[in-house]
């Protein structure tokens, strides 16, 4: 079967990790899979050859069938999933988007991007390694670093509390960014991310002002 592409979201399995920070990319892949119920077709795949859940999935939005899988690895093994996965399904990492969370930009933000470096993520640095290019693409959506001295690694296994909204906004927009990148292409997709960006941060801003002077 031709597909559209694949979408990975990274995270770990296990129900201590479900609403963590780091899990970000498998709660995406729940949107999407909620969103295929609705709109399109969802079917599910055995995916054990590839250490991951796996499903196929049509939409309109996204212009085709895509395969969405969750890495079964823990997130500091994601490759050991991916390569195998794009492999057997003859596909190449120019078909893939690899969804994550990024420490480098609060809740409420998301990037899109083709290729780069890794910024610290063990699971970008596993796929990157057994795929041997860097050059997927990346949605990025923000968890935001830790205020005091708290060591990362403690802190992307944390759950999100009060920037939980802005976090699920993020992941509400990302839905669009995907659906535009499929559709009209990277560019598209780029400054979609960035204009989202900057409408969750305004109205959180808004909201802010708003309740200072409630108070």
């Known amino acids: 079967m031709d597909y559209r592409g694949v979408l990975v979201g990274l995270g770990n399995p296990g129900p201590k990790y479900e609403h963590t920070r780091h899990n970000t990319g498998f709660l995406f892949v729940d949107k ?13 795949m055995n995916g054990s050859r590839f250490d991951c ?3 196929r ?5 996204l212009d ?5 899988a ?3 690895t823990y997130m500091n093994l994601s490759g050991r999933c991916v ?4 492999a057997w399904h003859k596909l190449k990492a120019c078909d893939l988007v690899v969804v994550h969370d990024e420490l480098d930009l609060p809740p409420g933000s998301l990037r899109f991007k083709l290729g780069g470096g890794n910024a610290g993520h063990n699971g970008l640095k596993s796929i990157t390694e057994l795929l041997g290019t860097p050059d997927f693409y990346r949605l990025r ?5 830790p205020k005091e001295r708290f060591q990362v690694s403690d802190w992307v296994l944390t759950t999100m509390k009060e ?6 906004e993020a992941m509400e927009a990302g839905l669009e960014v995907l659906a535009t990148f499929a559709t009209k292409g990277l560019e598209r997709a780029v400054t979609k991310a960035n204009r989202a960006s900057k409408r969750i941060a305004d109205a959180a801003k808004e909201e802010g002002a708003a309740e200072n002077k409630r108070a």
């Open 57 to 61: 999935v049509q939409l309109d939005a």
């Open 163 to 168: 920037e939980a909204p802005l976090w699920e």
């Open 70 to 72: 969750k890495p079964m």
């Open 64 to 68: 085709g069938t895509w395969l969405v």
């Open 53 to 55: 859940e796996l499903w």
């Open 32 to 44: 999407v899979l909620h969103l295929a119920h609705l709109e399109g077709r969802v079917e599910d």
């Open 83 to 86: 390569q195998p996965l794009l």
């Open 141 to 145: 959506i923000g968890i935001g670093r």
